[in-house]
């Protein structure tokens, strides 16, 4: 099987090198679904959103309303999906591997509402992991749903680099990079400017740099495209689900 941008990008999520979920944490915030907890052969460290939208093949915005059918190694989850971007595969069934292990996902309740679920295309259909983005659409700042709707797609020639060494500089970014640096190198959650107010996009000269969301000039998506619930979906059960 070759593999596509999108297949080795799943890849290196699988088995990363780096901070990973105290389960502690997620025992304290429940709802905190991308951020998962290390087991056997899945070890997932958070990503900036920016990264998660960029190494995806596709961000849609749905409620999970139950297990589907599954497949001899994947659980399947029947969603009705909200908004997807224009030109996406109509969405009724999204995959996890059935292996926890294997860095699958499970819902903690029955019904999940206003999810934001990131993954790769196969065949038409989305496959996920608990690697990539599944997070709550309120939990998300007024600038990260700006991002996902269109600021964060204009930066995915840029690369985000987390910062590791916490006590001394960080390390200076190369032309097509920027260093993402959290308090006290702490990246269990998101938080500070750098991870929820921002986005790595070219400079006027070419390389790459952060700048507020709310003051860079990126084109609005069209109302088909967005991912913005209207005004009867922010509401749980408007769409028949409750």
Request: hydrophobic share 35%; charged share 15%.
């Amino acid at each position: 099987m070759l593999l596509s941008s999108h297949v080795r990008a799943v890849i290196h999520a699988l088995c990363p090198v780096g901070p990973t979920m105290d389960p502690s944490f997620l025992l304290a915030f429940p709802l905190l679904l991308a951020l998962s907890t290390p087991c056997n052969a899945c070890r997932c460290k958070i990503q900036h959103p920016q990264t998660y939208y960029c190494m995806s093949d596709v961000v849609i915005l749905a409620d999970i309303l139950g297990p589907a059918n599954n497949t001899r190694t994947k659980r399947g989850f029947r969603v009705n999906v909200l908004k997807a971007p224009q030109g996406t595969p109509r969405i009724h069934e999204i995959y996890s591997p059935i292996s926890w292990g294997a860095c699958g996902y499970r819902v903690r309740t029955s019904q999940q509402s206003l999810l934001l679920i990131a993954g790769y295309l196969k065949r038409g259909m989305l496959h996920f992991t608990r690697c990539h983005l599944v997070y709550f659409w309120y939990r998300l700042t007024r600038e990260q749903k700006l991002g996902f709707e269109a600021a964060y797609r204009t930066g995915c020639k840029c690369e985000i680099q987390p910062c590791f060494i916490c006590r001394h500089n960080c390390p200076q970014p190369d032309f097509g990079e920027c260093v993402w640096k959290q308090k006290s190198c702490d990246y269990k959650i998101w938080e500070g400017n750098l991870s929820s107010y921002s986005v790595c996009v070219p400079s006027m000269v070419g390389s790459c740099e952060w700048t507020r969301i709310q003051n860079y000039q990126y084109q609005t998506p069209t109302p088909a495209a967005s991912l913005f619930p209207q005004t009867k979906m922010m509401y749980r059960g408007s769409n028949g689900v409750s």
